[in-house]
Each structure stands twice: as C-alpha cells, then as structure tokens.
C-alpha cells in the first residue's frame, strides 16, 4: 500500500564530508522482500560505526553503493509485512537492528528482517529502545560471551572483576549496569563530569580518565580485572596489561589494526592474558532479553541529546565530536 509514495530520507553520495556531506532528499518508500516488515520509524540511535563508514574506515566493504541512508538502530511501528512474515504484524511495535550494507534507519520507513526484528514493550520509549541493537548488544556480548559473565548469577560464583572503560558512552553505560547484574566487582573511566553519574549506573570506583590513575587504569581498591571491555579510543596493551588478573582478558569492542597485531602475538606466545577483539552479532533473542530488562526497570537508557529528522547533520556531528553522555537520537 505504499508503493510509489515518497518519503523524507537522509544520505550521501560519497565518501567524506562529514554532517555537510549528508543530504535531504525524497525517495521511494522500501518494499518489503519476502522475510522482511516496513517499519515507520520513530526513533533511531547513531552509532560511531555510521560515520566511520562515511568516512571511508571500512572502503571497499561498506557501503555496498552510493547514494546510501545511513544508521542500523530502528525503532517503529510496522505497516506492511513480507509473505513469508509469521510472527510480526502490522501495528505492532517494534525495535530492529537493520543489515549494515543496507542502512536506510535516517527515514521515515524502512525494511528490516523479521528475524533481527523484536516487539517493543510499551513500557519502554521508541528513543530508549532505539539504544540498543548496536550498543546494547555489543556491551551483553562483550560481558557474557568474552568475558564469560552470566548476567542472572544467583551470587554463587565467584565474584568477577570487570574494568569498563569510556563508560559513559554509548556502549560503556550499558555494559556498567550489566555488568552489575551479573555481580560483578565495576572500575570504570570516564570524563570528569560523568563521574557521579557512572556511579549512579551502580560503578563500585570510578576514574577520570584524564587523572595518573585514570590513564593509568589502576583500581583504586588494588583489584586486578579478569576483564576490561574497553570502549575508548585505542589504547596500548601495555597500559592494560600490568592491571589484569592471571588470565585477564582485553575485549575491544573496536579493534584498530595495530591491535590485531597483539591479538596475534598473544596467541603466539601462549600469554594467559589475552587480547579479544570483538565482532558484533545481532541476535533477536538477545535484543528481547535486554528489552525486558528494560521493562523490567533493570536497564536504561541514558539519552544524550534528541534531534529531529531534519537536524540529522547535528546529531551526526554531535557524535563525531565523540562525547555524548550516552546515546544520540533522531
């Protein structure tokens, strides 16, 4: 029923360019294929990966073509389903996590797999919902896969502890208040101004990044980390490796080439420390976990700024500028 009508999108048409190589145009509203739903959308988050790929980090893989609408993080209430769709209906609610290659979340419609595509509970907002697919799965992969946290430890294991640095961004605030679910002992860095409020997300010590002992990484009670999900920029092994426990583990949650390269030594050298890098995998039924979390008001949200479809150009800047306080939305 929407063939041929138009729709406001956001895109670009090549690489670079930054907020001022982003265009306003009309385009057709998406089709959906066979397994897919056509959301309208309500809500999406930005992620750095969206401006890395217009930047070019990831030329040739990403993106596939040009023009291309950025952002995988949707939001919405579904208007049409594929005929293959069995278990999603029109009017419902939903958050999706949409394919890389394909984009398309700054629009007012978009196509998405039904099997990356999870309802909403109304207990929690389109924007708060629109956090998780990239962030809030990176930081439960990177807790409970690599890190071997399990998020309803009933207190018998062994309590671990977890370093979580940039903890207020994006991915940091949602692996703090996950890794407090799963009894972890939490040292986190972030800015000075966040302090209080990574606190707040339940961090047992806090560091200022910018302090000798924030840079340094050292927990200010001695405790040496079985794991650091680190979300920072790129910082050397070294710094991280005199604070980790015997078999302490580094999970990167954006691996730089260099760092590949120390992955590679530790294997050779048959190091107990060991550096992870991690690769995301959308998986529904860990995006429904984390939404009922949310429902549950076991998990939140910190929303860092609200713009609307036409201000994309400042949402995209406000996160390349690299200091939101949680997520941006649009």
């Known amino acids: ?32 294929g066979k397994d897919e739903v056509l959301i309208k959308m309500e809500a999406v988050s930005l992620n750095p990966f969206d401006w890395k790929i217009q930047k070019g980090s990831l030329r040739p893989l990403l993106p596939k073509k040009f023009p291309f609408i950025p952002v995988n993080d949707a939001a919405g209430e579904v208007v049409e389903v594929g005929s293959g769709v069995k278990n999603i209906k029109p009017g419902d609610k ?16 978009v196509v998405a797999k039904e099997s990356l595509t999870v ?16 962030a809030g799965l990176t930081a439960h992969q990177a807790l409970t896969q690599s890190a071997g946290l399990k998020l309803d430890a009933a207190g018998n294991a062994p309590q671990k502890n977890i370093l ?10 949602y692996a703090v208040q996950l890794a407090k679910l799963g009894n972890a002992h939490v040292t986190a860095t972030c800015g000075g101004r966040n302090v209080d409020l990574v606190k707040s997300l339940g961090a047992d010590e806090v ?10 990484l050292v927990s200010p009670s001695g405790k040496k980390y079985d794991a650091a999900i680190h979300c920072a920029a790129a910082l050397p092994w070294s ?24 992955y590679a030594v530790k294997k050779l050298t048959l190091s107990k420390k060991q550096y992870a890098p991690l690769m995301m995998n959308a998986k529904a039924e860990n995006l429904e976990f984390l939404l009922d979390l949310m429902r549950e008001g076991k998990l939140k949200t910190l929303i860092d700024s609200k713009f609307p479809l036409s201000n994309a150009g400042e949402a995209w800047a406000k996160s390349i500028d690299g200091h939101a306080t949680g997520k941006i939305i649009v």
């Not at 999108?9 to 001022?20: E, I, K, L, S, T």
């Not at 309802?119 to 990239?134: D, I, K, M, N, Q």
């Not at 560091?207 to 340094?216: F, N, Q, R, S």
């Not at 710094?239 to 120390?262: M, Q, R, Y």
Request: without cysteine; glycine residues 12%; aromatic residues 6%.
């Open 119 to 134: 309802r909403r509970p109304p207990e929690v907002s389109a924007a708060e919902a629109a956090g998780l697919p990239t």
């Open 207 to 216: 560091l200022d990044y910018k302090t000798a002992e924030g840079a340094a």
């Open 239 to 262: 710094v991280f490796e005199p604070n980790l426990s015997e078999n302490g583990k580094v999970v990167d949650i954006t691996p730089a080439p260099s760092s590949l390269w120390t």
């Open 164 to 173: 979580i640095t940039a903890a207020s961004g994006g991915v940091g605030h």
């Open 1 to 32: 029923f929407m063939a041929a009508k138009l729709m406001r999108a956001v895109q670009y048409d090549a690489y670079g360019g930054g907020p001022a190589g982003l265009k306003h145009v009309e385009v057709p509203v998406p089709v959906p």
């Open 94 to 109: 939903v958050v999706a996590s949409l394919n890389a290659s394909n984009g398309g979340g700054l629009a007012e419609f």
